[in-house]
T-cell receptor, first 117, second 118 residues
């Protein structure tokens, strides 16, 4: 079974600054995917970024980037130039290789990020 | 991107009644859908995997007779909370991977349903 650990329950950052959210995971799978999802106050889950484990290059999406350390089983999210709209709960998630019913996600506990004006 | 809808968005019911929540994939087909439960400030907990044309697969600790899942078509899965009690009050979310999508493809989440049992 897979586990995803987010040990920081809350973080706060000043607008325009950079913040890093931590995530570690444990798995015996060799092929898998890692995700960061954002859940704003509306509670709609939004995909922030996705990383394939077989890729060494860290994924980036505009202001969002990850530091993927496969050997250490670490997957942190860096948010640059933080904006007020980034205020949300962020979940790190794991998906093992597969389709259909095998594509279920395992979520971490989440971290509440507040961006201060 | 693909859209998943849920209906209703918010429902209030009396204790002992049953409530049905619908999850629809609007512009793609989904042979599989997932149902999650989320309490305030907590993570999403997978309840069950809904499979089109076959029985749902429930996670350990989830009561099958209480949370009935039906996946009758490639675009619709329903979750029925039977004999609801106040402790069933929660936020229920469904998700679906796009049919034919490659492994690890994005899952699409519904907007969630808030259930309040009085």
């Amino acid at each position: 079974a897979q586990t995803v650990t987010q040990s920081q329950p809350e973080m706060s950052v000043q607008e325009a600054e950079t913040v890093t959210l931590s995530c570690t995971y444990d798995t015996s799978e060799s092929n898998y995917y890692l995700f960061w999802y954002k859940q704003p106050p509306s509670r709609q889950m939004i995909l922030v970024i996705r990383q394939e484990a077989y890729k060494q290059q860290n994924a980036t999406e505009n202001r969002f980037s990850v530091n993927f350390q496969k050997a250490a089983k670490s997957f942190s999210l860096k948010i640059s130039d933080s904006q007020l709209g980034d205020t949300a709960m962020y979940f790190c998630a794991f998906m093992k290789w597969g389709t259909g019913a095998n594509s279920k996600l395992t979520f971490g506990k989440g971290i509440t990020l507040s961006v201060r004006p | 991107g693909a859209v998943v809808s849920q209906h209703p968005s918010w429902v209030i019911c009396k204790s002992g009644t049953s409530v049905k929540i619908e999850c629809r994939s609007l512009d793609f087909q989904a042979t599989t859908m997932f149902w999650y439960r989320q309490f305030p400030k907590q993570s999403l907990m997978l309840m069950a995997t809904s499979n089109e044309g076959s029985k749902a697969t429930y996670e350990q600790g989830v009561e099958k007779d209480k949370f009935l899942i039906n996946h009758a078509s490639l675009t619709l899965s329903t979750l029925t909370v039977t004999s609801a009690h106040p402790e069933d009050s929660s936020f229920y979310i469904c998700s679906a991977p796009a049919l034919g999508g490659r492994a690890g493809g994005e899952q699409f989440f519904g907007p969630g349903t808030r259930l309040t049992v009085l």
